[in-house]
């Protein structure tokens, strides 16, 4: 069946640092791919969203390539924030649901 | 405006009792769905349902009830409650049900949080 696969967390990185958050899926056909991230006591947001090979998703400096020959939907972002402190979840969207990896935590330090 | 709206945000109740959670979609979406969140935080997909009617039922326990009266409401509701329930429970909605590459997204709730002693 369908599964994503996120780097385990958490991560912690100092203001400005550069952020990479892998994420690998499986599944057969063509998913769409996304990136959710909850704050602190709050509901998922849709953070951004790819829908076909080599689409880029891009939203608040964060991007995330859909990298069909390596299955990936890596998250990036230049230069982090300490308001960038959440969890981030790579999931993918096919047969009728979102399926999801298990998160990262991220802690911006300053 | 609230997009998709959950109540209770909070809920503590003890074992054994019945509760229910309401959620209420305003975006016109024809599918809706119940996720649950554990305390690892880890989602998995309940149930979806598309224009009222069931269309995923991810093999959860029948104490679990959705309910549809119209497109724009999915309410969950919970008998006999246990200890192994206590979770955060996200509704969502979606313009249509999934497939590949629409790209169709799915807009969350805020959640409930459920405790059950």
């Known amino acids: 069946g369908d599964s994503v696969t996120q780097m385990e967390g958490p991560v912690t990185l100092s203001e400005e640092a550069f952020l990479t958050i892998n994420c690998t899926y499986t599944?057969?056909?063509?998913?769409?791919l996304f990136w959710y991230v909850q704050y602190p006591g709050e509901g998922l947001q849709l953070l951004l969203k790819a829908t076909k090979a080599d689409d880029k998703g891009s939203n608040k400096g964060f991007e995330a390539t859909y990298r069909k020959e390596t299955t990936s939907f890596h998250l990036e972002k230049g230069s982090v924030q300490v308001s960038d402190s959440a969890v981030y979840f790579c999931a993918l969207g096919r047969n009728e649901k979102l399926t999801f990896g298990t998160g990262t935590r991220l802690t911006i330090i300053p | 405006d609230t997009a998709v709206s959950q109540t209770p945000k909070y809920l503590v109740t003890q074992m054994g009792n019945d509760k229910s959670i309401k959620c209420e979609q305003n975006?016109?979406?024809?599918?809706m769905y119940w996720y649950k969140q554990d305390s690892k935080k880890f989602l998995k997909i309940m149930f979806s349902y598309n224009n009222k009617e069931l269309i995923i039922n991810e093999t959860v326990p029948n104490r679990f009830s959705p309910k549809s009266p119209d497109k724009a409401h999915l309410n969950l509701h919970i008998n006999s409650l246990e200890l192994g329930d206590s979770a955060v429970y996200f509704c969502?909605?979606?313009?249509?049900?999934?497939?590949?590459?629409?790209?169709?997204?799915?807009?969350f709730g805020e959640g409930s949080w459920l405790t059950v002693v």
């Open positions: 599944a057969t056909g063509y998913p769409s």
């Open positions: 969502a909605s979606s313009q249509e049900v999934i497939q590949g590459n629409s790209g169709n997204t799915i807009y």
């Open positions: 975006l016109g979406h024809d599918t």
